[in-house]
């Protein structure tokens, strides 16, 4: 029986990451968190590309183009919606969501959901680094262990960067 499993060890290939310029108090600590997790991981800087996006609706659109490149192992989306007294915040959460999933499900690249969808402020900050971790540095290590899985199910040593024999 064949298992397959993804590691925390980051494979050969560059990785991108798509962050949101909307709440940028938000975004921009959940990138460093990301930068600096990929960085612990083995990922140089001169491996990670940086893509702004306006706001977390437009991410997919973004990391669908990056992701059709064929040039990332993965794809980081970081963005923060937070609920107002509208709809509104239903709407770009849920689109924002599918539309991750759709590109990674269409190119075939691992594209990470890393948009916190929060009620207040407070709990957009806790995510970002306060009090729960930082959910771009979780966001980066999901992106490591699914490249590896990815390499692993086509049958690539993501050791020495051969197919298995």
Not at 50 to 73: C, D, M, N
Not at 84 to 98: I, K, P, W
Request: hydrophobic content about 45%; charged content about 20%; glycine content about 10%.
């Amino acid at each position: 029986m064949a298992v397959f499993r993804g590691e925390l060890t980051a494979p050969a290939g560059r990785f991108a990451i798509v962050a949101s310029r909307f709440n940028s108090l938000v975004t921009e600590a959940l990138l460093s968190g990301c930068r600096d997790s990929f960085q612990s991981h083995g990922v140089t800087e001169d491996r990670i590309d940086v893509a702004w996006a306006p706001g977390s609706f437009e991410i997919p659109l973004v990391a669908r183009k990056l992701a059709e490149t064929g040039r990332y192992a993965a794809i980081v989306c970081l963005g923060c919606v937070i609920k107002g007294e509208t709809d509104h915040y239903d709407h770009v959460a849920g689109q924002a969501a599918a539309g991750v999933m759709q590109a990674g499900l269409a190119t075939g690249t691992p594209v990470i959901f890393g948009v916190l969808t929060t009620d207040t402020v407070e709990q957009a900050l806790n995510r970002c680094g306060l009090k729960a971790g930082n959910k771009g540095a979780e966001a980066a290590t999901t992106a490591i262990e699914m490249a590896d899985l990815m390499n692993r199910i086509a049958g690539v040593n993501t050791s020495y960067g051969a197919r298995f024999a």
